[in-house]
């Protein structure tokens, strides 16, 4: 689950979230090196962003996998 919404299961549905999420990581990336570049950069912020980031890239996979059809044993 991500903030208090549940996972969509359409394909549709589920490469839109993707697209929001993968942006939003591009964006925190980003917010990240303007921050670690500025000469007083709080350590605190930085380290909840890259904490945000990780969570994003583990719902990412989770999504992406949620794309791959069920292969039978």
Do not use: F
Not at 5 to 34: C, G, M, S, Y
Not at 55 to 70: G, H, M, T, V, Y
């Amino acid at each position: 689950m991500y903030a208090g919404r549940v996972e969509p299961t359409n394909p549709a549905e589920i490469a839109q979230r993707l697209a929001e999420l993968k942006l939003e990581h591009r964006e925190l990336d980003a917010e990240i090196e303007r921050l670690v570049a500025g000469m007083q950069a709080d350590e605190l912020a930085v380290k909840r962003l890259k904490k945000r980031k990780l969570w994003l890239k583990d719902c990412i996979a989770r999504l992406e996998s949620a794309l791959i059809p069920d292969q039978p044993a």
